[in-house]
């Protein structure tokens, strides 16, 4: 019979790999940073891949029309995305497609960007949008009133 | 690692008459949301029901019922016990995603002439990631606590975490006196959410590398800390 020591340890490799990953872990937290990609809460799908996405979950599409220099969007990333909540029902319901105005940065968009705006017809930032896989319109909201009014937009919109 | 630990505990989970209807009927429902094109998320709420259901049965109820203090009583390693209870539980767990997942595949190719995107087969696979730290999370719980205090601890963090996020938001936005405190800080709810996160992964819809590796860590030093806690454990007869 095994000495009852060995009934407690610990195998070897079970330490070694939590420090394994928890090195990999910190890595895949740098690397992010240098290519620019955040940590949102919202899963956000890239514009390119929102329709094919949309399809396989048959859920609609949220897009977020918004600009760095935009204020409201700003109090709206901070009481809408970035509450877990809120990002954890948007998640479930929607494609999330983040649209970010580069006119006044960089002088045009890019043609992905520009198309969407003019198909929207987006004229004021923050503006949200709600379509199906087939970029039909069915819902939107200009401009941002508040935490509570975005909540009732998103939920009567939820499939 | 133990075979036969894990063996049994796969054994016991797959041969279990509730666990096959289960399946069957998460691949009726998996085939039906596929068939008429539905929403994955459909069935996958029950595969994390499920897997509640499985991984509560841990360990938690064996220290409860006397069966530990039998296993106990022999030369097993108490880690490799633990851990190989964990993986039966994780096997089974995952079985019961990837078999509706082929119907609800097969559904929408036969049903919906539907061609294949890489988020069909990344939302149910993320769910089974989630669940890995779900398992990993009534695992540690069920370390430290009797019967099914496990799954109790886990909805409590949960509900707690969330109404703490929910009440510091809301703190924030009114003009409470802690309120400018907390705006002055927002590394506090910031906290408040990466612990969320961090125990109650939500995967994303397509695959991401960096998402899994961050949950992988986290399952791995959940199940680090339950085989610390174990090993101190005391066992006595008649526990109950």
């Known amino acids: ?159 | 690692m133990s075979g036969v630990v894990f063996a049994e505990t796969l054994r016991r989970h797959v041969r279990h008459g509730a666990y096959l209807t289960a399946i069957a009927v998460l691949a009726i429902l998996a085939a039906t949301a596929g068939s008429v094109g539905g929403n994955p998320s459909l069935w996958l709420t029950f595969v994390t029901l499920g897997t509640i259901i499985i991984g509560c049965q841990l360990i938690g109820p064996e220290f409860s019922s006397g069966t530990l203090q039998l296993v106990l009583a022999k030369p097993v390693n108490r880690s490799a016990y633990l851990l190989s209870r964990f993986a039966g539980v994780v096997v089974a767990a995952w079985i019961l995603v990837t078999l509706p997942m082929l119907f609800d595949v097969l559904a929408r190719i036969f049903f919906q002439h539907q061609e294949l995107h890489s988020a069909d087969f990344a939302v149910p696979v993320n769910t089974g990631i989630e669940n890995l730290m779900l398992c990993a999370l009534l695992a540690l719980f069920g370390a430290m606590t009797r019967s099914y205090l496990n799954v109790a601890l886990y909805f409590l963090g949960e509900i707690t975490l969330y109404a703490l996020d929910s009440g510091l938001r809301s703190i924030a936005r009114h003009d409470y006196a802690p309120s400018s405190f907390l705006r002055d800080h927002p590394g506090i709810e910031k906290g408040v959410v990466a612990i969320i996160r961090t125990l109650y992964p939500e995967g994303p819809p397509t695959f991401d590398w960096r998402w899994t590796v961050t949950v992988v860590s986290n399952v791995v030093v959940a199940l680090l800390l339950a085989c610390l806690i174990f090993r101190r454990r005391e066992v006595p007869y008649g526990a109950d």
């Open chain 1, 1 to 159: 019979m095994a000495p009852i020591e060995s009934q407690r340890g610990i195998p070897r490799w079970l330490p070694a790999l939590a420090l394994l990953l928890i090195a990999v872990r910190v890595g895949v937290a740098l690397w992010p940073e240098k290519k620019g990609a955040s940590h949102a809460l919202v899963h956000w799908v890239s514009i390119a891949d929102a329709k094919g996405v949309a399809a396989s979950t048959r859920k609609p599409i949220l897009y977020e029309f918004s600009a760095e220099w935009c204020g409201p969007c700003k109090l709206m990333e901070r009481d809408v995305f970035n509450d877990a909540k809120m990002a954890a029902r948007i998640n479930e319901h929607y494609v999330p497609v983040r649209v970010v105005d580069r006119q006044q940065e960089e002088g045009a968009n890019p043609p992905e960007i520009d198309q969407l705006q003019r198909r929207y017809r987006v004229q004021a930032f923050p503006t949200v949008v709600v379509a199906d896989a087939g970029g039909e319109e069915r819902g939107r909201v200009q401009g941002y009133g508040g935490p509570d009014a975005f909540t009732k937009f998103i939920h009567d919109h939820a499939p």
